[in-house]
């Protein structure tokens, strides 16, 4: 029996990478039965998963003995990263505000 937000449930893992969730009741109102969930899992991937993935990728450079080709590979695979990262960023609509909140800010100070 587990309690999450005021609700008891029951977690019961199937053979399929699925789980069946049974509330049993409402602690904080007393409600009853809810309907029964399943939430599939079988495409989830753990950050650490991709992490290794990584890891195994690189790996194949290590037979070689092709230090340059090692080399060039991770650089790429962290250039790829920081520049998806990097262009999310500055994409996004919070940052937009913030550049042009900074840009009226620096106006305001080179008037004086």
């Not at 060039?72 to 962290?78: G, P, Q, S, W």
Request: proline share 1%; glycine share 4%; aromatic share 8%.
């Amino acid at each position: 029996m587990q309690v999450l937000h005021g609700f008891e449930f029951e977690v019961e893992p199937l053979g399929d990478h699925t789980f069946k969730v049974e509330s049993q009741e409402n602690i904080d109102q007393g409600a009853g039965l809810q309907e029964v969930q399943s939430q599939d899992l079988m495409d989830y991937q753990l950050a650490r998963d991709r992490e290794q993935h990584l890891a195994c990728e690189l790996f194949r450079y290590r037979e070689d003995n092709n230090e340059a080709a090692f080399a060039v590979a991770v650089v790429e695979k962290i250039y790829t990263h920081e520049s998806l990262i990097f262009n999310n960023t500055v994409a996004c609509e919070v940052i937009s505000k913030w550049k042009a909140g900074l840009k009226d800010d620096m106006d305001a100070r080179s008037d004086v």
